[in-house]
């Protein structure tokens, strides 16, 4: 549990997710580029990610313009498995 940003993950949520369905879902990344895709630094936050990802009919990843050309150590997506991608300024 990352008590200060209120998340679980771990084994524990990944054996209790198989009955969690969305029709959105969610998701913070560490890093986006185009080789590896949606990256984090969290090895328990990507199984719980792509799990869910796998859920929802909408997937959508949340991450700032200092995210971008960036990878962190364990990837969570293709890029092409993300429907939407939110960001707060224009990505150059």
Request: with cysteine; hydrophobic share 35%; charged share 15%.
């Amino acid at each position: 549990m990352r008590t200060s940003e209120g998340s679980l993950s771990g084994p524990i949520t990944l054996a209790n997710i198989h009955n969690i369905y969305a029709d959105i879902g969610f998701f913070g990344c560490g890093g986006i580029s185009l080789q590896a895709g949606i990256t984090n630094h969290y090895v328990e936050e990507v199984e719980v990610s792509k799990k869910m990802m796998t859920h929802c009919r909408t997937t959508v990843v949340l991450a700032d313009s200092t995210k971008f050309k960036k990878n962190a150590m364990y990837k969570t997506a293709s890029i092409s498995n993300v429907d939407v991608l939110i960001t707060g300024q224009q990505y150059r």
